[in-house]
């Protein structure tokens, strides 16, 4: 893939003020989160080839704007390539195989939606099926969204649920969980008595050894665990004289 290394014929501007490409960005300040990921880009080894430039906007609104960067030799050690940009860049990351670039599509703490696009429709199938993402589009862009009978949403820190579609309708649902006995009146179910354990004084202690002794990790833990188990029983009720004298 070629690029004319010069500034491309891409225009930001107000847009009820003249014929622009695109408009401002839409959180204030943001170009400089944007400047900085190029900036860190460019310092590992990247390199811009094209860039968009500016309409007739006041000085004033120059952070308000962002010029479309398509940037190479890119790779996962850079700032880019890791976090959420919301920006008009386009980093282009080569790849030898298949494998290798699932590999690096799942290299990412995100992952909300991804577009494979591919000569071959059942080669682009099979990549976008092994990305970790919400939504995926084989040969098109953002069509998943666009359809809103199906659910959208991310997975890993690109959120959680989904809306849209049959399980958008259940996001906005209360799930209510009801029982009932089917033998009932005949066999009713009974809320067993509070568990009166035979010791007073190390009651935590006791509690803890017992869990220990019925799912410890080993046969040693649990065995120290009903040694102490045995040793507590022993130590609190004597052949049984201690919980008489407290009784009496």
């Known amino acids: 893939m070629n690029f004319s290394r010069n500034i491309i014929h891409f225009l930001q501007g107000p847009p009820l003020a003249g014929k622009y490409d695109m408009g401002a960005l839409c959180m204030h300040e943001h170009s400089e989160?944007?400047?900085?990921?190029?900036?860190?880009?460019l310092d590992k080894g990247a390199e811009i080839v094209a860039r968009g430039s500016f309409g007739h906007i006041g000085e004033d609104a120059v952070d308000q704007y962002f010029p479309p960067t398509?940037?190479?030799?890119?790779?996962?050690s850079m700032r880019l390539m890791q976090e959420e940009a919301f920006g008009p860049i386009m980093p282009i990351m080569k790849f030898s195989s298949d494998e290798e670039v699932v590999k690096l599509a799942n290299d990412s703490k995100y992952g909300l939606g991804c577009a494979v696009f591919s000569g071959s429709q059942d080669r682009a199938r099979d990549i976008?099926?092994?990305?970790?993402?919400g939504v995926a589009a084989v040969n098109d862009f953002a069509s998943t969204y666009m359809c809103q009978s199906l659910p959208f949403g991310g997975v890993k820190h690109s959120g959680f649920g989904r809306f849209g579609g049959v399980e958008g309708l259940r996001a906005c649902c209360l799930v209510k969980a009801v029982v009932e006995?089917?033998?009932?009146?005949?066999?009713?179910t009974k809320i067993p008595k509070p568990i009166q354990y035979p010791v007073a004084e190390n009651g935590f202690e006791f509690q803890e050894s017992l869990v220990e002794a019925l799912y410890g990790l080993n046969i040693w833990e649990r065995l120290q665990a009903l040694v102490n188990?045995?040793?507590m029983l022993t130590e609190q009720n004597p052949a049984g004289e201690s919980t008489k004298?407290?009784?009496e």
């Open 33 to 41: 989160k944007l400047e900085g990921l190029i900036n860190d880009a």
């Open 70 to 76: 398509v940037i190479v030799n890119v790779n996962h």
């Open 128 to 133: 976008a099926s092994q990305i970790h993402c």
């Open 181 to 188: 006995d089917r033998w009932w009146p005949f066999v009713k």
């Open 229 to 231: 188990i045995l040793k």
């Open 245 to 247: 004298k407290k009784n």
